[in-house]
């Protein structure tokens, strides 16, 4: 949503618990269609980085491919070491993998 004209722009406050709570439920619905796992037809995908990612005035001038795989490499990586290094950018990285699951959880294997 973009801010109108002499107005000023309010940051969104984001309830950590809220987020936790949204993803048990959102998670096990998904474990209910699918199971303890979901199969992505796909690796690569497009990526915007800040300040493009939020700038809906203007269309984004590049872009780059990320790869799932990856994500979920280092996903592994923080799940068997915790790095506090490497936390904070392991929230978009989950949100990568995350953004697949949705797209791709509820599809029929024999479909692709």
Do not use: K, N
Not at 75 to 102: K, N, S
């Amino acid at each position: 949503m973009t801010t109108p004209p002499g107005q000023e722009q309010q940051d969104l406050v984001v309830p950590l618990d809220l987020l936790r709570r949204s993803f048990d439920v959102l998670l096990r619905h998904v474990r209910e269609l699918a199971g303890d796992e979901v199969r992505l037809p796909v690796d690569s995908f497009w990526s915007l980085f800040p300040p493009q990612l939020y700038d809906v005035e203007r269309p984004a001038a590049s872009q780059s491919l990320g790869s799932l795989d990856d994500c979920l490499h280092q996903l592994e990586r923080i799940a068997a070491d915790h790095p506090d290094d490497l936390v904070p950018y392991g929230m978009v990285w989950l949100a990568d993998v995350l953004r697949a699951v949705g797209h791709f959880a509820h599809r029929d294997p024999e479909a692709d």
